[in-house]
């Protein structure tokens, strides 16, 4: 209420004093046709202002925060694939019995770094992201993931994920993959149903947490070359994988 009646205050002054400055000119040059002129110009100019200040300038401030906004998030993004995401797609890769077929291009060693990544991406795009249909490893999950609850559930706090839907989609898909293992005392000889419960979740994840990285990668490649250059090399799909930089042939 105080805010209000503090702006309704500013109003009545600013109006006040709109008014004794057209009294002053009146006062001095007795000439009410020239007010009545300026006054009519004045606000016929007002319609303008409103275009430009709150429909192209307003616009353009908003478009530049929101850009702001996102390149802080991408940072975020960049933090979870470095402490969760990057480890969490290689192990999850493993299980996949066709991952390896995104590796048999003919002419993989002659690829420059787009082009690679070109190919990995469109591979990935159709894939079905379907595991191996024994038994994924749950101990050696739960052992990755329920150390990195309080990390996950600290990126899901921040304000910011309103503005990326599809990284908040992983973000919760890799939480509730966490509450899931770690709410069983026993990961060992559980029922079929259940079993196919867990693997729906860990499919879920799969997918969602690859397509994100292909857009996180997408990402580098435009912002950050150097960055994008070493999580390509170290990419989680390929088993042979290395930092190191091998001469183009």
Do not use: C
Request: charged residues 25%; aromatic residues 12%.
């Amino acid at each position: 209420m105080k805010r209000w009646n503090w702006q309704i205050f500013l109003g009545a002054a600013l109006l006040l004093l709109s008014i004794g400055v057209y009294l002053l000119h009146y006062l001095i040059f007795r000439d009410p046709h020239h007010i009545f002129i300026f006054l009519v110009e004045d606000i016929a100019f007002v319609f303008v202002e409103v275009l430009l200040v709150t429909l192209i300038i307003h616009r353009l401030l908003q478009e530049r925060e929101k850009k702001e906004r996102l390149e802080k998030l991408n940072m975020v993004i960049g933090a979870f694939f470095s402490e969760v995401g990057m480890k969490l797609l290689e192990i999850l890769s493993r299980w996949d019995p066709k991952i390896e077929g995104m590796q048999r291009a003919p002419s993989a060693s002659r690829e420059t770094v787009g082009q690679k990544f070109f190919r990995i991406g469109n591979y990935l795009k159709t894939h079905d992201f379907s595991l191996e249909s024994g038994t994924p490893d749950w101990d050696v999950l739960r052992a990755f993931l329920v150390p990195r609850r309080d990390f996950l559930l600290r990126l899901l706090e921040n304000p910011n994920l309103l503005e990326h839907e599809s990284f908040t989609d992983v973000l919760w898909a890799v939480f509730h993959l966490t509450e899931e293992l770690q709410a069983r005392e026993s990961l060992r000889d559980l029922p079929e149903a259940d079993q196919r419960h867990l693997r729906g979740d860990l499919k879920r994840v799969y997918g969602h947490l690859t397509l994100q990285w292909l857009k996180y990668m997408a990402h580098l490649k435009d912002s950050y070359p150097y960055l994008f250059s070493l999580s390509l090399r170290t990419n989680p799909f390929d088993r042979s994988a290395s930092p190191i930089v091998q001469e183009s042939s």
